[in-house]
């Protein structure tokens, strides 16, 4: 299994188990975002797992940023993985709104809550 998902406070928590590799990306960008449409106007948070951190991740993360800008859907990232934060931090588009990295779920369950309130 990919991935899970509940809603904490009326937050979308998405959590990514595994790699999905390079050719599993376009799966779980089309699962996640599924997900995303489904619990609109809900903010998103996507945690990823320690075995999901890895560099293939990274790329779904930002299309699905993405595509949260374009529906007008807060999105953060959870992941212990400084290496991934600080790749997502690097590569997260300027141009619309800015992608929170958290490293805690708690704090980014939070963060997502009292923004949307």
């Given at each position: 299994?990919?991935?899970?998902?509940?809603?904490?406070?009326?937050?979308?928590?998405?959590?990514?188990?595994?790699?999905?590799?390079?050719?599993?990306?376009?799966?779980?960008?089309?699962?996640?975002?599924?997900?995303?449409?489904?619990?609109?106007?809900?903010?998103?948070v996507?945690?990823?797992?320690e075995?999901?951190?890895?560099?293939?991740?990274?790329?779904?993360?930002?299309?699905?940023?993405?595509?949260?800008?374009?529906?007008?859907?807060?999105?953060?990232?959870?992941?212990?993985?400084?290496?991934?934060r600080?790749?997502?931090?690097?590569?997260?588009?300027?141009?619309?709104?800015?992608?929170?990295?958290?490293?805690?779920?708690?704090?980014?369950?939070?963060?997502?809550?009292?923004?949307?309130?």
């Amino acid at each position: 299994m990919l991935l899970s998902h509940s809603l904490d406070h009326g937050v979308l928590v998405i959590r990514v188990h595994e790699d999905p590799g390079v050719g599993g990306r376009a799966t779980l960008v089309a699962q996640i975002s599924d997900l995303v449409q489904a619990y609109r106007p809900a903010p998103v948070v996507i945690v990823l797992d320690e075995p999901a951190a890895r560099g293939a991740v990274v790329s779904v993360v930002l299309r699905v940023h993405r595509l949260c800008g374009g529906l007008g859907t807060l999105m953060s990232v959870a992941t212990h993985s400084a290496p991934i934060r600080r790749a997502l931090d690097a590569d997260a588009d300027a141009g619309g709104t800015r992608l929170v990295v958290h490293a805690r779920v708690d704090t980014a369950v939070a963060a997502a809550f009292a923004a949307a309130a």
